[in-house]
């Protein structure tokens, strides 16, 4: 940690799966103005250290918080204290639907990954206020059809994560309406061949990835005779 000190115009620092504690954290919060980039996945970091580096990196643009022990409390103060933040990795967290509702500050925000967490779809409606979000992982959250509803709002998202859900056809049919989404995660989902069919609105479409659902393979190939320049893998 000391000799990091000296680098006073270091700019991204990883940390993941090290034994950095929330004091050292606060060590370094006070002798890196610099960080712009910052990985902690998988600390023992807590919410009293996301305090220290919110009051001090305000210059903090890309936050990894994959795997920690922070909770909704340090998120919301977190959302209050970097206006430039513009990745943040809450994968396998315990944040929920409160910390989503401060997130509205982040204007910023463009890649947000929500997967392993307790999130709901009451929670996507307030990302609604979050203009640059591209990126939304929800792998294995309590998402459904009514929260698709709330991301046909999102004009540039363009990647989208939904493996091991319960969205269904109905919701597929709201995303038909993002008009820049690229690339489509919904395996293990309940989609069919009707939902496959409702994809073909999407504009942007590229990547589309469907293992383990109920559409099939006589779907795909209709598909992919319509539309040969997107890759589906299932």
């Given at each position: 940690?000391?000799?990091?000190?000296?680098l006073p115009?270091?700019?991204?620092?990883?940390?993941s799966?090290?034994a950095v504690?929330?004091d050292g954290?606060?060590f370094?919060?006070?002798k890196?103005?610099?960080?712009s980039?910052?990985?902690?996945?998988s600390?023992a970091?807590?919410d009293?250290?996301?305090?220290?580096?919110?009051?001090k990196l305000?210059?903090?643009?890309?936050?990894?918080l994959?795997?920690?022990a922070?909770t909704?409390?340090?998120?919301?103060?977190?959302?209050?204290?970097?206006?430039?933040?513009?990745?943040?990795?809450?994968?396998?967290?315990?944040?929920?639907?409160d910390s989503?509702?401060?997130?509205?500050?982040?204007t910023?925000?463009?890649?947000l990954f929500?997967?392993d967490?307790?999130?709901?779809?009451?929670?996507?409606?307030?990302l609604?206020?979050l203009?640059r979000?591209?990126t939304?992982?929800?792998?294995?959250?309590?998402i459904t059809d009514?929260?698709?509803r709330?991301?046909?709002k999102?004009?540039?998202?363009?990647w989208l994560?939904?493996n091991?859900?319960?969205v269904?056809?109905?919701?597929?049919r709201?995303?038909a309406?993002?008009p820049?989404?690229?690339?489509?995660?919904?395996n293990s989902?309940?989609v069919?061949?009707?939902?496959?069919?409702?994809?073909?609105k999407?504009?942007?479409?590229?990547?589309?990835?469907l293992?383990?659902t109920?559409?099939?393979?006589?779907a795909?190939?209709?598909?992919k005779?319509h539309y040969?320049?997107?890759?589906?893998?299932?």
């Amino acid at each position: 940690m000391h000799s990091l000190a000296t680098l006073p115009f270091l700019s991204a620092l990883n940390l993941s799966n090290t034994a950095v504690t929330d004091d050292g954290l606060r060590f370094l919060a006070n002798k890196l103005p610099s960080l712009s980039s910052l990985d902690l996945g998988s600390t023992a970091i807590t919410d009293n250290g996301l305090r220290s580096l919110a009051n001090k990196l305000t210059s903090l643009s890309i936050l990894d918080l994959i795997n920690t022990a922070v909770t909704d409390d340090g998120l919301c103060y977190l959302a209050n204290k970097l206006p430039y933040l513009s990745l943040l990795d809450l994968n396998n967290t315990t944040v929920t639907d409160d910390s989503l509702r401060s997130f509205a500050k982040l204007t910023s925000l463009s890649l947000l990954f929500l997967s392993d967490t307790a999130v709901t779809d009451k929670g996507l409606h307030f990302l609604v206020m979050l203009p640059r979000l591209s990126t939304l992982l929800l792998d294995r959250t309590k998402i459904t059809d009514e929260g698709l509803r709330s991301l046909a709002k999102f004009p540039v998202l363009s990647w989208l994560a939904l493996n091991h859900t319960v969205v269904t056809d109905e919701g597929l049919r709201s995303l038909a309406k993002l008009p820049a989404l690229s690339s489509l995660f919904l395996n293990s989902t309940n989609v069919t061949d009707e939902g496959l069919r409702s994809l073909a609105k999407l504009p942007a479409l590229s990547s589309l990835f469907l293992n383990s659902t109920n559409v099939t393979n006589e779907a795909v190939d209709a598909f992919k005779s319509h539309y040969p320049n997107v890759s589906i893998r299932r």
